[in-house]
């Protein structure tokens, strides 16, 4: 495990990208620091040949002005034993006449100068630069400089390069090999995390470091992402459960009719038409409720019916309490409704008529207060809160307690006091996904008495782009 492990740090992205900016920077340190070196070397020697070339003209002219004599003083006066400057004086047959040096150096051979080594004393051995000079009366100079001292400054700095190209690359690959660690390490968490997901626990999450960094960043989403995958998953499974609960009772009683009316119909095409009605009837619950499963699945999935536009909503709202007006007269309820014109919304128009519609039905069906209270009422009012609008729909009946709110809100519920009454159970989890595709949310309150149930919507400013 270990083996493999160094194996993949070694084989890992970071590591690879750290070896390539050490590399990088090496190189571009190593050339900025050979050019500093030879321009340095440069400067250093160009100092020195100005200076020869100084003192050999000097010496020229003096051999000109009082002849070879003057020049040979000259060299006696300036040679000393352990002074920077060399000297080599001959006569025409080669024979030192004066000077420091104690022959003519074999590595001269060229008029241009150049450089030579030199014993100052026995095993001391050092380097030097020198201009020969030759006069016209046959005698020849040699003319140098002692360059020891560069040549081990020179060295000094050779060895302080490699040995900082050295420690530059040993740092270099331990932060590489640091990093790689560090990262697999992280990746190896989020691996762990994943096959225990796929192994089927979608409660696990990707554990985060507290770094804030881009892998924590990276860590969020995943676990924003496997909430709302096992919230689909919670989903799915409920909706499994409520469609065997609810939708079997409703096959069951189709089926039941359609056999009484077999049975019982005697041959008698009235009584068959009658007992078909009814089935119909019951079968087209059936599809409404089936139709609703499927609008709502395509809304949880993000699908939103043609394109959105910005409308009015107090319009939207007054024409659908208006249609709902008769209904609720019907159930002895009085539907008020507070809705100016002006706030706009960006969506989908039918889709939100739905919901408006949905909440005012559910109302209807289940705000009536039990006994039947004279002069219960249902209101609708639209206000504007910041960036959004607020659609409150409110009754007087029994409510829905603190603890159910949230589950109301989810497909197939249908709360022990609604069970007698007709309906599906989708009514608010349709309004809840609506809101959702809009990027708005929906709330249950209490209306003391009764429930109040509001939908949030951002304004045309915010909502969802046309």
Not at 43 to 50: A, K, M, N, Y
Not at 133 to 140: E, M, S
Not at 167 to 177: E, F, I, T
């Amino acid at each position: 495990m270990l083996g493999k492990l160094g194996a993949s740090v070694w084989t890992s992205t970071p590591f690879r990208l750290a070896a390539l900016s050490i590399a990088a920077f090496l190189v571009t340190a190593a050339g900025i620091v050979g050019f500093m070196f030879w321009q340095t070397n440069d400067l250093l020697t160009e100092q020195v040949l100005s200076g020869l070339r100084a003192e050999v003209q000097e010496l020229r002219h003096m051999e000109a002005a009082a002849g070879s004599a003057s020049v040979a003083a000259a060299i006696r006066a300036r040679a000393r034993p352990e002074g920077p400057g060399l000297y080599f004086f001959a006569d025409r047959t080669g024979r030192k006449q004066a000077g420091n040096l104690s022959r003519q150096p074999p590595e001269l051979t060229s008029d241009g100068g150049g450089t030579f080594r030199y014993e100052r004393e026995a095993g001391d051995e050092r380097l030097a630069v020198a201009l020969p000079v030759a006069f016209p009366d046959g005698t020849r100079l040699l003319v140098g400089r002692d360059i020891e001292e560069q040549r081990v400054f020179a060295n000094r700095m050779r060895t302080v390069f490699l040995l900082g190209f050295g420690l530059l690359s040993a740092a270099g690959l331990a932060g590489g090999l640091g990093a790689g660690r560090l990262l697999l390490n992280r990746i190896d968490q989020i691996n762990a995390a994943s096959r225990s997901i796929m192994a089927g626990d979608l409660s696990q999450r990707v554990p985060l470091a507290g770094t804030q960094d881009e892998l924590d960043g990276l860590a969020d989403n995943l676990n924003a992402m496997l909430d709302r995958i096992e919230q689909l998953m919670g989903g799915l499974r409920e909706v499994s459960d409520n469609i065997a609960h609810d939708l079997k009772t409703p096959l069951s009683r189709l089926r039941n009719r359609a056999e009484a009316t077999l049975r019982d119909g005697g041959g008698d095409c009235d009584a068959y038409r009658a007992g078909l009605e009814r089935i119909i009837e019951e079968a087209d619950e059936l599809i409404k409720t089936f139709n609703a499963m499927l609008l709502v699945a395509r809304l949880e999935a993000g699908a939103l019916d043609g394109q959105a536009e910005p409308f009015d909503i107090g319009g939207l709202v007054r024409d659908v309490a208006e249609f709902y007006e008769p209904l609720a007269d019907e159930q002895g309820l009085a539907l008020t409704v507070a809705a100016e014109d002006g706030p706009e919304v960006v969506g989908n128009r039918h889709l939100i008529n739905q919901a408006v519609a949905n909440l005012i039905d559910n109302a209807i069906k289940y705000g009536r207060p039990e006994p039947p209270v004279a002069g219960s009422s249902i209101t609708v009012r639209l206000s504007v809160v910041g960036d959004t609008v607020e659609i409150a729909v409110g009754d007087q009946g029994p409510g829905i307690s603190a603890d159910d709110r949230e589950r109301a809100l989810k497909r197939f519920v249908r709360l022990e006091a609604s069970r007698t009454k007709p309906g599906t159970g989708l009514g608010l989890s349709l309004v809840a996904a609506v809101a959702r595709l809009h990027h708005g949310t929906v709330r249950l309150e209490d209306n003391a008495p009764g429930l109040r149930a509001v939908l949030v919507l951002p304004r045309a400013r915010q909502g969802i782009s046309a």
